[in-house]
C-alpha cells in the first residue's frame, strides 16, 4: 500500500521560508521520480517540482529560484524548500510517485 506524509507547513509571512518534507511507503522509492504538487482553495491541482530518480530537477515556472527539491533516499523522503515565499504560493502542498496515490497534504499559508 502506497502512503504519503507531508509535513511542515503553517503560516508565514511574505518573503519568509519554509521546509516541507515528505516520507513515501510501499514503494522501491530510489527508484521513482517524486514530485510535489500544490492546490490553492477554488483552484485545480498544479504540479510544482519534481526530482527525477537521477537526482535532476525541474520547476513550475512561478516557483523557479525561489523554491528547491530534493531528495534522501535512505529516509524515503523527498524535501520542498520554500523561499521568498508570495501569497499566491498560499495552498495544501502534496508529493507523490504516480499521481495514482496521494496523502493528506500540508497546509502552506503565507500572509502578513
Known amino acids: 500500500q502506497v502512503q504519503y506524509a507531508e509535513s511542515g507547513g503553517g503560516l508565514v509571512q511574505p518573503g519568509g521560508s519554509l521546509r516541507l518534507s515528505c516520507v513515501a511507503s510501499?514503494?522501491?522509492?530510489?527508484?521513482?521520480?517524486m514530485y510535489w504538487y500544490r492546490q490553492a482553495p477554488g483552484k485545480q491541482r498544479e504540479w510544482v517540482a519534481v526530482?527525477?530518480?537521477?537526482?535532476?530537477?525541474n520547476y513550475f515556472n512561478s516557483v523557479k529560484g525561489r523554491f528547491t527539491i530534493s531528495r534522501d533516499n535512505a529516509k524515503n523522503t523527498v524535501y520542498l524548500q520554500m523561499n521568498s515565499l508570495k501569497p499566491e504560493d498560499t495552498a495544501v502542498y502534496y508529493c507523490?510517485?504516480?499521481?495514482?496515490?496521494w496523502g493528506q497534504g500540508t497546509q502552506v499559508t503565507v500572509s502578513s
Open positions: 526530482i527525477f530518480s537521477t537526482g535532476g530537477t
Open positions: 507523490t510517485a504516480n499521481g495514482a496515490n
Open positions: 510501499g514503494i522501491i522509492f530510489r527508484d521513482y521520480s
